[in-house]
């Protein structure tokens, strides 16, 4: 028996006082208090997977209604296997059979800890390939499995779609590098190391989100370096915020207006 925490939708192996992801200053346990749930309760009240096309070979998941923090997952596709990103807290067959109709899945990897959902029951719906977890947040897999794998630096898990590590929001914060997306131009999968505003031409660089902590201005310019060490038009965060253009520069631009409020520049405004 292995449970899901209904607050982050992360899987976990037995069933603790409190789930430590949530537990964290990053995260949030409710004022009820910690709660655990599985996929036969969530899919006995409904839950169902929905699928939409993104662009051309990238599709987001997404559960409704939502489970834990309900992120939208990302399968990008190559001509020899694809990747998922950021797996769901939730998945049934049907889900299964829908991603499976889009090609193969090679291996299943998370930004971060936040978006850990239940990616060993992901590997083995697809066929018990690879879950990869950054080494710095090794710690935090509350489920264990022999498919896990931890990787480190940088790593081209298929041709032209390349995990990274900026760190930031956590140590082994990571991003997707794809070549291909945006017709040729590069596409950026940032989880929520860095994250598409409402206004769609500027980001945030954030240690939480709900709590609103932010990262120092340092480490926001050190992210927006990182990423910019390659070339891409367009960026998807974790949920359904895009930058749909200019996505490299915007990232660079947000990151010294980061940096420049959190030195003080502009306290005369407040």
Not at 83 to 94: I, K, R, S, T
């Amino acid at each position: 028996m292995w449970w899901i925490c209904a607050t982050c939708g992360v899987e976990h192996g037995e069933r603790v006082d409190v789930c430590a992801v949530c537990a964290d200053e990053r995260q949030w346990v409710p004022a009820s208090g910690q709660s655990w749930t599985t996929l036969d309760e969530l899919a006995a009240a409904g839950t169902h997977v929905d699928v939409r096309e993104l662009e051309p070979d990238l599709f987001g998941l997404t559960t409704s209604p939502g489970v834990g923090i309900g992120q939208e997952s990302k399968v990008v596709r190559t001509s020899v296997g694809m990747l998922l990103w950021d797996p769901l807290g939730y998945v049934d067959d049907e889900a299964v059979a829908a991603v499976r109709a889009l090609g193969e899945v090679v291996a299943v990897v998370a930004s971060h800890p936040h978006m850990f959902g239940v990616q060993v029951e992901w590997s083995r719906a697809v066929g018990g390939v690879p879950v990869l977890v950054a080494e710095a947040d090794r710690h935090w897999v509350a489920r264990e499995d022999p498919a896990i794998e931890s990787w480190r630096g940088e790593l081209e898990v298929l041709p032209g779609v390349v995990l990274s590590q900026p760190g930031g929001h956590f140590p082994g914060s990571a991003v997707v590098h794809w070549a291909a997306g945006a017709d040729g131009r590069g596409a950026l999968l940032s989880g929520d190391t860095i994250f598409a505003n409402p206004d769609r031409t500027s980001v945030s660089f954030m240690r939480s989100y709900p709590n609103r902590i932010p990262l120092s201005g340092a480490v926001a310019e050190r992210v927006a370096a990182h990423v910019a060490r390659r070339p891409f038009e367009r960026m998807y965060n974790n949920f359904e915020g895009v930058i749909p253009a200019d996505a490299r520069e915007v990232v660079l631009r947000s990151a010294a207006r980061h940096a420049a409020w959190t030195r003080g520049d502009h306290d005369s405004l407040t």
